[in-house]
């Protein structure tokens, strides 16, 4: 059986490492030139009941566990004046350990046979040739035929129109990301507010999320809600034109709070939000499946990263499980993902709570206390 997958994500490389415990080889084509051509994000926490699992799957959760950072657990919730409506350190025994993205991503990367992922492989086109098989073609001129295709490749799939016509629509609101690096020594007040894990402040339209990665470094994304064409006004190659126009959201507030913005020591950068409808599903095809933000991009919740990985341990399994029956496996994992990904998240009915018109609730602060 060849299984192609495109896009060396969390969610390819986790479906990648699965099949190999199982003994099944796999390629996986990523369309960038190498692992660090870009940034991978910042900090991830992943969860003992769907990351964590997709971790014991793949057989590396010794490794995970030296990637995580002591203390990042902490979590803090203050108001725009900048004083501490709750504050939750970090004892150890939390089951959301945090880690860097990209370091979580190097690990995957590590555990595979050399060869298994091959870098600048854009796909250009897909599509089904009958049986089962897929044709994939590339920008560099070549084609793979393949007995399953798997679609890892995020919000804007080239494998996903041969399932469904969805497309990721914008769901209201942009991050705009910015980093502080030695924060103790270089923006004391900003370190001082965040403490040593997570930070969250916010009303219902506008909010600031600020995490402390390795190191004194802090990442934030300042969350907006506002139309791509408020945005699309303000030029984001100009540092001192965004940072002004970005902080004027938050006029008023805690000068230790907009120092995320203005003070940042890297280009300001804007990520518009974009979301599938919730419950996105498809019919069978034989021979083609999806995971990941492929199969349900959702607004940021805490679950993303965290679901992508259980997609490609559960696809791993499934596919292990049933040797010699492509369309048993796929019908069985779907099943699961389409359960599974049919209802918001519970991360994401905590995200509105946090940062409605009121504040956040009296029954939330109890359940953080508790």
Do not use: C
């Amino acid at each position: 059986m060849n299984v192609t997958i495109i896009g060396a994500g969390l969610a390819g490389l986790t479906l990648a490492r699965v099949l190999h415990v199982h003994g099944i080889a796999s390629v996986v084509h990523e369309a960038e030139p190498s692992p660090t051509a870009r940034g991978q994000g910042g900090m991830l926490d992943i969860h003992d009941y769907n990351g964590q699992l997709a971790v014991e799957a793949a057989g590396l959760m010794d490794e995970f566990r030296a990637l995580a950072l002591d203390g990042r657990q902490a979590f803090r919730i203050a108001d725009p004046d900048g004083n501490i409506l709750f504050d939750k350190g970090d004892d150890g025994t939390g089951g959301r350990p945090e880690v860097q993205r990209g370091e979580l991503r190097q690990m995957l990367l590590d555990s595979l046979p050399p060869g298994t992922v091959r870098w600048g492989r854009k796909v250009s086109g897909v599509r089904v040739l009958g049986d089962g098989r897929s044709e994939v073609s590339f920008a560099d001129g070549t084609t793979e035929v393949t007995d399953l295709l798997v679609g890892a490749d995020g919000a804007w799939s080239r494998v996903r129109p041969l399932l469904s016509g969805a497309k990721p629509e914008y769901a209201g609101q942009s991050f705009v990301e910015t980093y502080l690096y030695d924060a103790e020594e270089r923006h004391p007040a900003a370190a001082a507010i965040v403490g040593g894990g997570t930070l969250a402040a916010g009303t219902d339209d506008r909010a600031i999320n600020a995490h402390r990665e390795r190191g004194a470094t802090l990442h934030t994304y300042v969350i907006l809600s506002r139309s791509l064409d408020w945005f699309a006004a303000i030029d984001f190659t100009d540092f001192d034109e965004v940072t002004t126009r970005i902080a004027a959201e938050f006029e008023g507030w805690a000068p230790a709070l907009t120092s995320l913005i203005t003070d940042s020591d890297t280009q300001p950068v804007l990520r518009p939000i974009f979301a599938l409808p919730v419950g996105h599903r498809w019919d069978r095809v034989p021979g083609v499946t999806l995971i990941g933000d492929a199969a349900h991009l959702a607004a940021p919740d805490g679950e993303g990263a965290n679901n992508a990985m259980l997609d490609g341990a559960e696809l791993g399994r499934a596919l292990a499980a049933h040797p010699g029956d492509v369309e048993a496996a796929l019908a069985e994992f779907e099943a699961a993902m389409f359960t599974r990904s049919a209802e918001p998240t519970d991360g994401a009915e905590f995200m509105e709570q946090i940062f409605g018109p009121d504040g956040p609730p009296e029954h939330l602060m109890e359940m953080f206390a508790q």
